[in-house]
């Protein structure tokens, strides 16, 4: 092969064009090789992660069975919670109920005492007054009194509220 350019040969090397044909096939066959062992590493990183996936979701599943059933426990445990503070409270004021109930009772059987004494007292037989059987009952007052006064302070000072805000 020859070169020509105007004035002719300049005297640089020439090689034929089958000999450039086969270097330049040569250069991309490298770079084919490096493409293909690329693209073999990709494969291999996309099914690492493939499997990783697998894995992490076999995981998921898991992990979410896992929640699911704490989440269920801790609203089981905390209704419970709710149905024990509800009737401790709904409690306190039954416990107060019965109180004033037996304290009305007390207060009634006091009157009645009260009126039975005012009768003794505005008697004029002084022989009926002394005859009257069952007074040491009409003077038996502080029966039970300590015991009141203290489920009395009890009542009133057991807290009140839960102290939730």
């Known amino acids: 092969m020859s070169c020509y350019v105007i004035g002719g040969h300049k005297g640089h090397e020439m090689e034929s064009l089958d000999g450039?044909?086969?270097?330049?096939?040569?250069?991309?066959r490298n770079v084919l090789q490096k493409l293909l062992t690329k693209r073999e590493e990709m494969?291999?990183?996309v099914q690492s992660l493939q499997e990783h996936r697998r894995e992490v979701e076999e995981e998921e599943a898991g992990d979410t069975k896992r929640v699911i059933a704490l989440f269920i426990d801790l609203r089981r445990r905390l209704e419970d919670l709710?149905?024990?503070?509800l009737r401790e409270?709904?409690?306190?004021?039954?416990?107060?109920?019965i109180f004033i109930r037996d304290l009305e009772i007390k207060k009634e059987e006091l009157s009645r005492k009260m009126r039975d004494i005012e009768e003794l007292c505005n008697m004029m037989d002084?022989?009926?007054?002394?005859?009257?059987?069952?007074t040491g009952d009409l003077c038996d007052t502080?029966?039970?009194?300590?015991?009141?006064?203290?489920?009395h302070e009890e009542l009133l000072h057991d807290g009140g509220g839960l102290g939730v805000v």
């Open 20 to 28: 450039a044909s086969e270097k330049k096939k040569e250069t991309l």
């Open 43 to 45: 494969e291999e990183r």
């Open 82 to 85: 709710e149905m024990r503070v």
């Open 89 to 97: 409270i709904s409690g306190r004021a039954e416990r107060v109920s």
């Open 126 to 134: 002084p022989l009926t007054v002394l005859q009257e059987s069952d």
């Open 142 to 151: 502080e029966d039970g009194d300590d015991e009141d006064r203290e489920r």
